[in-house]
Each structure stands twice: as structure tokens, then as C-alpha cells.
């Protein structure tokens, strides 16, 4: 258990830095809104853009609504988290290496298996906290507009893609970090993942001949123009729960053999 309050404080000051500057966007979105609400002539301007915001897997559907608006903006979400969460799952195991304190961690009567789960529990607390944080902000901000129950069941199924999408990338970044030998390189690794995948997911998106490769980009499992609709398919949470499962299983399994650079 002091391992868990351990983590929390120290991953607690990145955390509140992610949050405010997403609070401070939601405000900024919702304020935007507030011109496209009635301004249809701004609306119909966008649509030239259409191609465009097909690239990054965004729909240009019901942009009058908040639900709809939200949905355009959703690349603001999911990248975020999908950075957040990589890093995360790296730092979370490498910090010990990295501050040298990992000496004295694991000379305690602890096992390392106690410590993997430990800060694996803390980074589930904070990829939770931080899809609960990011609808609840999106619902303040937006709450001025009459929202419908058409909003609210957009939010669930969102922050049901977003919980996902964390999950999958912080469970790759902590892969890496108890894999690799050089814990400097976990990082990179995953940041290059979450970024390198986002690419790919701008480039099937044009190129329908490459829309096979949708099974291995995680952005594309909870497609928000589905999430829009209300539809998730199980083989997306299936692929997810593959991709999280098989990685957690890679941490204590090479976890346990890595020698440690102190």
C-alpha cells in the first residue's frame, strides 16, 4: 500500500499539468461553439475542408450540436491520452532507474511482482481518473447548451473508447520499460508508437486499399463517428483486451529477469 500512495504523489504534479491544460481547451472549444451553434453560412465554409478532416478521423455529422462538436474536436482527446498513457506505463517502471532509487526498492522484503502490480493499480487510477476528468470537463463547459440525452450517451460510449485507448497504450509503454535494457529508450519507444500509430490511422483513412491495417492501429478501435452512432464493435474491445492482456503478461515475465541499472 505504500508503494501505491508512493506513486500517486509522484506521478500526481504531471497529471494536474495534462489536466489543467485540457480543462483550459475544453473551455476554449465550448466558447468556439458558441459561433457555430447558429451560424450555419461557418458550418457550410468547413465542409470544403472535408478531406482534410477525413485524414484525421474526424466527422464533419451534426456540428450544429455538442455532441456532434465534440466529436469533430475528438482528436484533441484521444491523442492526448494515448501520449499520457504511453509515457505513464513507461515512467511508471523506469523512474526507479532513472532516480536511483530502484537500490533501494527492490533490497526491501518486497517481490518484484508486488511493485509491478503496485504501479500498475496506480497507473490504472490515473488513466481512469483522467477519461472521468476529461467528461466531466467536457460536460461543465458544454452544459450551458441544453444538453440532450443524445449528449450524455455520446459521453458514456466516449469515455468507454478513451478508458480503451489509455489502457492499450499505458500497457505498451509499460511493456517496453521491463523489456528493454536500456530503460531511456521505453520512453521513446512508446511516444513513438502513440504518434507513429496516429499517422498510419491519418493515412488509411485516405487510402482505402490500406484499410486492413485497422486491426493494429488502436486509434481506429473506437472510431469516434461510430462512438457518435452509439456503436462499439466486440471486436475492437476484444483486440484491446488482447493487445492490454498479452503486454501486462510480457511485464512479469521480463520484468522479473531484468537486470537493473543502478
Known amino acids: 500500500m505504500n508503494i501505491i500512495y508512493r506513486e500517486l504523489r509522484a506521478n500526481l504534479k504531471s497529471?494536474?499539468?495534462?489536466?489543467?491544460s485540457l480543462m483550459l481547451l475544453f473551455v476554449a472549444v465550448s466558447t468556439e461553439f458558441s459561433a457555430f451553434k447558429d451560424n450555419?453560412?461557418?458550418?457550410?465554409?468547413?465542409?470544403?475542408?472535408?478531406?482534410?478532416y477525413q485524414a484525421l478521423g474526424i466527422t464533419m455529422s451534426n456540428m450544429s450540436t455538442p455532441?456532434?462538436?465534440?466529436?469533430?474536436?475528438?482528436?484533441?482527446?484521444?491523442?492526448?491520452?494515448?501520449?499520457y498513457s504511453a509515457l505513464l506505463g513507461s515512467s511508471i517502471i523506469s523512474k526507479e532507474e532513472r532516480a536511483k532509487t530502484?537500490?533501494?526498492?527492490?533490497?526491501?522484503?518486497?517481490?518484484?511482482?508486488t511493485v509491478i502490480r503496485s504501479k500498475m493499480i496506480v497507473g490504472f487510477?490515473?488513466?481512469?481518473?483522467?477519461?472521468l476528468v476529461i467528461i466531466l470537463g467536457l460536460t461543465i463547459t458544454f452544459y450551458r447548451f441544453e444538453l440532450t440525452s443524445s449528449f450524455y450517451n455520446f459521453m458514456f460510449y466516449l469515455g468507454f473508447g478513451l478508458f480503451f485507448t489509455g489502457l492499450i497504450f499505458m500497457s505498451i509503454g509499460l511493456f517496453f520499460a521491463s523489456y528493454l535494457k536500456q530503460y531511456k529508450r521505453?520512453?521513446?519507444?512508446?511516444?513513438?508508437?502513440?504518434i507513429g500509430t496516429f499517422?498510419?490511422?491519418?493515412?488509411?483513412?485516405?487510402?482505402?486499399?490500406?484499410?486492413?491495417?485497422?486491426?493494429?492501429?488502436?486509434?481506429?478501435?473506437?472510431?469516434?463517428?461510430?462512438?457518435?452512432?452509439?456503436?462499439?464493435?466486440?471486436?475492437?474491445?476484444?483486440?484491446s483486451l488482447i493487445i492490454i492482456c498479452s503486454s501486462i503478461t510480457g511485464v512479469f515475465i521480463f520484468y522479473k529477469k531484468r537486470d537493473l541499472y543502478i
Open 199 to 239: 499517422m498510419l490511422n491519418m493515412v488509411v483513412q485516405l487510402v482505402e486499399e490500406l484499410d486492413f491495417l485497422k486491426y493494429v492501429i488502436p486509434y481506429k478501435y473506437f472510431d469516434v463517428e461510430e462512438v457518435l452512432k452509439g456503436n462499439i464493435e466486440l471486436i475492437y474491445v476484444l483486440l
Open 125 to 131: 487510477i490515473y488513466v481512469l481518473s483522467f477519461v
Open 102 to 113: 530502484a537500490e533501494y526498492l527492490f533490497t526491501l522484503p518486497i517481490k518484484r511482482e
Open 67 to 83: 455532441e456532434g462538436y465534440i466529436s469533430m474536436m475528438s482528436i484533441y482527446l484521444y491523442v492526448p491520452i494515448a501520449i
Open 15 to 20: 497529471y494536474i499539468i495534462w489536466m489543467v
Open 186 to 194: 521505453s520512453g521513446a519507444i512508446s511516444l513513438a508508437i502513440a
Open 40 to 52: 450555419p453560412d461557418i458550418i457550410d465554409a468547413l465542409e470544403g475542408f472535408d478531406a482534410f
